[in-house]
C-alpha cells in the first residue's frame, strides 16, 4: 500500500481529494492535514510515503512544506496540486525537492497515476506547465522575493524592515532592484507582476 498524507485548507477540497484516493486499491490516506505546519507534524510523525498538498494554506505554504521535508532529509516524497498554472510556481516547487505538480483541474485518474509515479520514485508534471517553466527564469533573488511580497501586502519599508531584521535603507535597495528587474513603475506594480508570473 502506499501511504499518503492530503494537505489541504479547504474542508470540502480535502474530503473529496481523500474520498478519490480511498477508492484506490493500492492507496491508503494515513492522515489529513488544514495546514503546512500540520502536515510537516503529521510526516514527521506518520512518515507517509507521499504527501499531496496545495500550494496556498495558512501559516506554511506547500512550496514550504516541500523545502522543510527536503531539508529534514525526510523520506516522504511531495506532490503539489494546486489551481496556479504557472511556471514560476513549478519551478519553485522543483527548487523546494517536490516530485510532482499537478493543476486541480486535471482529470481525476491523473491524481493516483502520479501518485504512484512519484512513490516508485518518478516525477508527475503537468506537461504544458513543464515546457513553460524553462523559457523564463525568475530573476528576483530570495530576499527580493521576500520584501516584494510584504510590500505586496501593502506595508511600508520600515513594518518590512522590522519583519525582516533589515534597516529601512536595504529594504528600499531590496524593492529598487526587484522593481528594475521586472520593469516595474513601483512597488505594488512589481508584486502584482511577480505574482502574476508565479515568482511570488
Do not use: C
Request: aromatic share 4%; hydrophobic share 45%; net charge negative.
Amino acid at each position: 500500500m502506499i501511504r499518503v498524507l492530503v494537505a489541504e485548507d479547504q474542508a470540502m477540497v480535502l474530503g473529496a481529494l481523500t474520498a478519490l484516493l480511498q477508492i484506490e486499491s493500492d492507496i491508503e490516506v494515513v492522515g489529513r492535514a488544514a495546514n503546512g505546519d500540520e502536515a510537516l507534524a503529521l510526516v514527521e510523525r506518520d512518515a507517509p510515503d507521499v504527501v499531496l498538498t496545495d500550494i496556498e494554506m495558512p501559516g506554511m505554504t506547500g512550496l514550504d512544506l516541500a523545502a522543510e521535508i527536503t531539508r529534514r532529509k525526510l523520506r516522504t516524497r511531495v506532490v503539489i496540486l494546486t489551481t496556479f498554472a504557472r511556471a514560476g510556481y513549478l519551478r519553485r516547487a522543483l527548487d523546494a525537492g517536490a516530485s510532482g505538480y499537478l493543476l486541480k483541474d486535471s482529470p481525476s485518474d491523473e491524481l493516483a497515476n502520479a501518485v504512484r509515479r512519484v512513490h516508485a520514485g518518478g516525477r508527475a508534471i503537468d506537461p504544458t506547465l513543464a515546457r513553460e517553466a524553462w523559457t523564463e527564469s525568475d530573476p528576483l533573488t530570495d530576499r527580493e522575493r521576500q520584501v516584494l511580497r510584504l510590500a505586496g501586502e501593502g506595508l511600508a519599508s520600515a513594518s518590512i524592515g522590522a519583519s525582516l531584521f533589515l534597516s529601512e535603507g536595504t529594504v528600499r535597495n531590496y524593492l529598487s532592484a526587484a522593481i528594475s528587474k521586472l520593469g516595474a513603475a513601483n512597488r505594488v506594480e512589481a508584486a502584482r507582476l511577480a505574482r502574476e508570473k508565479g515568482w511570488l
